[in-house]
């Protein structure tokens, strides 16, 4: 065929047009929202102060959990998980950054009289998953900074529902209130700025805004769900991630009346029964959308049960210790995670994992990247959580930060304690025959002890030279 200056003008013009197709096709590929669904969904649900023996697949003798249980049966349930601390805002600071909360200067609690937060330059889980197109939200207790300059919607999340701290606390008289605030309890705007704040009233926000004040805590939990259930709805064909941290089972404990009176073991069951029930609404709302195979649940605690009479405490046994301190108690904490199809059913998995693990394996899962300007301490545990035969701890040694002070640390079977400030005394436990705590066994194995304080040493000095500033007004 002989090509004439024409047909070769043509034949160039339909080449381009050809490419031009083309890449109108792979843009559809890359960017449509088809292959942006195909990323999995997260929901990490975060309860306060709920101890070790606190669900009924952890051993609860009185608390029924039918949900949590079922959701254990088809998923995994980690035996030797930990919190990066034994108390609230740091927990929650290391939750969000992957690192140790003394590297993210959040080591203690947070209270509405307090300027600082997490720095708005830290990276949380939030962000990272924004960067990948992800739809965001928190709802429940955030704790780690009330101010509008270190709230969730400033750290990743499109929105934010829920009180800011503990329930325990007050109101900021300096905070926002919405034009449509719900003033209960004979409340006046003028009150809240004039007034001296009373302890146990909270206020209820909306991402930015105080809309109900003193927050009616009986329906806190069943308001968080049905908040939930409606993000999941509207986000079902997109991928997302759900943070909800709960305010129970923190004092003053509060139930709806549904759930009210009805555990046996007093109030303290009664929240976590309810909390049970909201893990029901979640993966029957999961299911119902048709979204449950890509959609990974996790489930933990902030921190081991705080020590309390008649009944409001809860139980970490068989740990030792409590809310507020560095024995298996206060940092080892219950955890279910479920993802059909990925993780496997009915199974367990004792190796040491942490929340500040769930940052940078959320990271890989959604194919994001993480910044490698700073220090991340978590690590990728997907083989634990995928049951990948002979998959181990990334963690040599985990340590347990008490405040700024390095108390702790777990190194396969072998914990550490360093207890008192002057006169140091040293705990050493083996806590696979051990898991109480009851065996000082420091004086039998004196060169091990050495070795794991040589590096709590040098693990604590490089973590302060390091150390990234707290966020200020």
Aim: glycine fraction near 8%; charged fraction near 25%.
């Amino acid at each position: 065929m002989i090509l004439t200056k024409n047909s070769i003008i043509l034949y160039s013009i339909m080449l381009k047009k050809m490419q031009q197709f083309l890449s109108v096709i792979l843009f559809f590929l890359l960017f449509s929202p088809s292959l942006k669904a195909e990323l999995p969904n997260f929901i990490i649900i975060f309860t306060d102060d709920q101890g070790y023996e606190d669900i009924g697949c952890f051993g609860s003798p009185k608390i029924k959990t039918p949900h949590l249980d079922r959701m254990a049966a088809e998923g995994r349930k980690f035996t030797s998980f930990y919190s990066a601390n034994s108390v609230c805002s740091p927990s929650r600071a290391a939750l969000m950054t992957g690192s140790y909360p003394t590297r993210v200067s959040i080591p203690g609690v947070l209270f509405p009289r307090h300027e600082i937060g997490l720095n708005p330059d830290e990276v949380t889980i939030a962000e990272v998953l924004k960067g990948k197109g992800y739809a965001t939200a928190c709802i429940g207790k955030w704790h780690i900074g009330h101010k509008p300059k270190f709230l969730p919607t400033r750290q990743g999340f499109d929105s934010y529902f829920g009180i800011p701290y503990s329930n325990d606390m007050t109101i900021d008289p300096e905070a926002s209130l919405a034009d449509n605030i719900n003033l209960r309890d004979g409340f006046t705007k003028d009150r809240i700025k004039k007034e001296k704040p009373k302890k146990n009233l909270v206020p209820l926000m909306r991402n930015e805004k105080v809309i109900e004040y003193p927050c009616d805590q009986t329906t806190l939990t069943k308001r968080y769900t049905e908040e939930a259930v409606k993000f999941i709805s509207e986000n079902k064909d997109s991928p997302f991630f759900l943070y909800l941290p709960h305010t129970m089972p923190h004092i003053p404990l509060f139930a709806s009346e549904q759930f009210k009176g009805k555990s046996k073991r007093g109030l303290y069951g009664d929240t976590i029964e309810e909390i049970d029930w909201s893990v029901g609404q979640i993966l029957k709302s999961i299911k119902e959308k048709g979204i449950d195979q890509k959609t990974l649940v996790i489930y933990t605690s902030d921190n081991g049960p705080w020590k309390l009479d008649r009944g409001r405490g809860g139980s970490a046994y068989p740990l030792r210790g409590y809310k507020f301190q560095t024995y298996e108690g206060g940092m080892r904490v219950p955890c279910i995670m479920r993802w059909p199809g990925k993780v496997p059913k009915g199974t367990n998995c004792d190796e040491v994992a942490a929340s500040i693990d769930l940052m940078p394996t959320i990271a890989k899962l959604a194919g994001a990247k993480l910044l490698k300007d700073r220090r991340i301490d978590g690590k990728d545990i997907w083989p634990l959580i995928s049951g990948t035969e002979g998959a181990v701890s990334p963690h040599e040694i985990y340590y347990y930060y008490k405040g700024n002070r390095l108390e702790s640390a777990r190194q396969g079977k072998w914990k550490i304690r360093r207890s008192g400030k002057k006169s140091q005394s040293v705990e050493l436990y083996d806590l696979d025959s051990d898991i109480s705590e009851t065996k000082n066994l420091a004086k039998e194995n004196e060169a091990l002890v050495q070795d794991m304080i040589k590096k709590m040493n040098l693990f604590d000095e490089d973590l302060k030279k390091s150390q990234r500033p707290v966020g200020k007004l």
